[in-house]
């Protein structure tokens, strides 16, 4: 199920999520303009988790777990993800206000990236693609929005529905594909067609953590019901 939108208003521009957008489709073609060099430069700037787990060597390393955030490997996977971050991120930079949005946003992919490496701490493979910072994201919207409609396409050979379906619906079914596949799947990294499970869930745990810090203040208590707080425009 492919999500193409939601039901809920916008509350402002969301700056945020559109430059993050433009971040990564920028930086996909960094990426290709690479060339024969490609794959060095993903092994340079991708999350590698034998290396993380030897910090101590090489510090620099570390900021990877940063840098990894806005690599992908291919353009299924780019257009995926932003996809998910133009659906889910608007609402939530309007829930949330720009500035603390992108401070969450980025905790949420490091959240991820640190529960890759734990789980794959001997992985030589770099694990790129802004998916745990997007769970995160998903993690704080299933929260806030969870009787929101999201609008989907759904493939069918060559044929293509749009549904709607509630929120919470559609995100618990998403996490929980996660879980089966972090507990079953010995793929452990987005390069190459593997999955990084773990990262996803660990963004999205963090996510619906750090949404109770991260909201704004003046926001109704997690809910939604298609019309916002009176009081939303004071930050």
């Not at 690479?34 to 991708?46: K, L, N, S, T």
């Not at 990236?113 to 694990?127: D, E, I, M, R």
């Not at 963004?203 to 810090?213: E, K, R, S, T």
């Amino acid at each position: 199920m492919i999500p193409i939108g939601d039901d809920v208003p916008e509350r402002g521009y969301p700056f945020v999520t559109y430059t993050l957008i433009g971040l990564n489709v920028l930086m996909f073609f960094v990426e290709l303009g690479q060339g024969p060099r490609m794959e060095a430069f993903v092994y340079r700037w991708g999350t590698v988790p034998a290396e993380i787990m030897r910090w101590q060597s090489n510090p620099s390393v570390l900021w990877t777990l940063l840098t990894s955030m806005f690599l992908h490997g291919g353009a299924l996977h780019l257009i995926g993800n932003m996809l998910y971050l133009n659906v889910y991120g608007k609402s939530l930079e309007g829930a949330m206000g720009p500035y603390r949005y992108l401070a969450f946003y980025l905790l949420c992919g490091l959240a991820g990236g640190v529960v890759h490496v734990a789980f794959n701490a001997a992985s030589t493979v770099p694990a790129i693609g802004a998916s745990g910072a997007i769970s995160g994201v998903l993690g704080a919207y299933l929260l806030l929005f969870p009787r929101a409609t999201v609008f989907l396409i759904v493939p069918f050979f060559f044929f293509f529905w749009t549904i709607a379906l509630p929120a919470s619906f559609v995100l618990t079914w998403w996490f929980a594909l996660q879980l089966i596949g972090g507990m079953t799947s010995s793929a452990f990294t987005e390069v190459g067609g593997g999955v990084a499970y773990w990262a996803h869930i660990g963004g999205f745990v963090a996510g619906m953590a750090l949404v109770y810090v991260f909201r704004r203040k003046d926001e109704a208590a997690f809910r939604y019901y298609g019309v916002p707080s009176r009081h939303y425009a004071h930050d």
